[in-house]
């Protein structure tokens, strides 16, 4: 009898142990929240997409498309054309839009693709890349050139 409820206290401590462990944030999310907060405050607007076809990201499954990081910034007065273009070799190649992006060098780590439509400039990227936010800066400015080209 009296190891029935030393057992019963031995599995209710687990349990609860357990559920206490099961609740901590992992680094990688932690790093992750951090990396989307610093964007949102130097005014990068982050969030995960299904990835469009044309980036020919890899899908999750056969049926089901990869969530993917995109990050933008609105440029509010602008007017810009569309362009759609994927990293191929550290480089533009422009899959629909103006020529003039082709060939264009990308130092940024972890790029996928870019693309800019009416007023909104964004890059699809591997957050995984820069989880210590090292690049935003350089991708915001690099975003608004590419908007002023």
């Known amino acids: 009898m009296e190891n029935i409820g030393l057992w019963v206290t031995i599995l209710i401590v687990v349990f609860v142990l357990g559920s206490i462990v099961g609740l901590r944030v992992s680094p990688r999310e932690k790093a992750l929240g951090i990396l989307r907060d610093k964007a949102?405050?130097?005014g990068l607007h982050p969030r995960l997409i299904a990835a469009p076809e044309w980036t020919k990201i890899p899908k999750a499954s056969e049926n089901r498309a990869s969530m993917v990081?995109?990050?933008s910034v609105l440029i509010p007065q602008a007017q810009l054309p569309l362009m759609r273009a994927r990293v191929?070799?550290?480089q533009l190649e422009?899959?629909?839009g103006d020529d003039k992006f082709?060939?264009?060098p990308i130092t940024l780590a972890g790029i996928y693709a870019i693309d800019m439509q009416a007023n909104c400039v964004g890059i699809y990227w591997d957050e995984q890349s820069d989880l210590k936010a090292t690049q935003l800066?350089?991708?915001k400015a690099f975003l608004l050139s590419l908007a002023e080209l």
Do not use: D, T
């Open 69 to 71: 990081a995109y990050y």
């Open 102 to 104: 082709n060939h264009l």
């Open 88 to 90: 191929e070799q550290q």
């Open 40 to 42: 949102r405050k130097i």
């Open 137 to 139: 800066e350089q991708m």
């Open 94 to 96: 422009v899959v629909q």
